[in-house]
């Protein structure tokens, strides 16, 4: 026949092997759930770098493509200028010439500029990007140890139970024997040991 005293702690041990193993299960999710969200972050990070590289890329051909445009500009003034009999390297018609030259180096940086800061823009987020990656990968945990957590928990707990609770002593030969007083101390089979 089976002890009074196992069936409790057979439970007992058993709701904390359950409890660990979900614990376990959780934490497997979890680290799943982080490895995810970090790749997640890391492609958002390289792709930031894509859009860095294609906004100065931008920007270099918009600047490229002012220079023609004032090249183009200077040129038909000073066609004109010198189709009406002038003289275009002198006097007022260069300085006309100098100026819209100087306007359009101008206009070219600032759009350099302008794809230089959208670049910037994009490195900033993509370094988001990876701190974000890298905090989800540290996020993770080891699933085992708040598994064996459970499990010791557990077992102190069916040996709370074996040893009757709280009490000051404990009782090793069976049902014929109890406790008493508050010295605590132990009965074994009858006889009180004092002392303890």
């Not at 005293?5 to 497997?28: D, E, F, H, R, W």
């Not at 859009?51 to 931008?58: D, N, P, S």
Request: charged share 15%; glycine share 16%; with cysteine.
């Amino acid at each position: 026949m089976c002890n009074p005293m196992v069936i409790p702690l057979v439970i007992t041990l058993a709701g904390a092997a359950v409890s660990a193993y979900g614990q376990m299960q959780q934490a497997k999710a979890a680290n799943a759930q982080a490895d995810y969200q970090s790749k997640v972050a890391n492609n958002n990070a390289r792709t930031a770098e894509m859009e860095a590289q294609y906004a100065e890329q931008q920007g270099q051909k918009n600047a490229e493509a002012q220079r023609r445009r004032t090249a183009v500009l200077v040129g038909a003034q000073r066609a004109r200028m010198g189709a009406s009999g002038a003289v275009v390297d002198s006097g007022s018609f260069l300085d006309l010439t100098l100026d819209t030259a100087h306007q359009g180096e101008l206009d070219a940086m600032a759009l350099l500029e302008e794809g230089q800061m959208e670049a910037w823009r994009a490195r900033i987020q993509g370094t988001n990007y990876q701190a974000q990656g890298k905090l989800f990968g540290m996020s993770r945990t080891n699933p085992y140890i708040g598994a064996a957590g459970t499990l010791l928990q557990g077992a102190g707990q069916a040996g709370m139970g074996m040893m009757g609770g709280a009490s000051s002593g404990f009782n090793v030969g069976g049902a014929r024997g109890t406790s008493t007083g508050t010295g605590g101390g132990f009965n074994m089979g009858g006889g009180r040991v004092s002392g303890l």
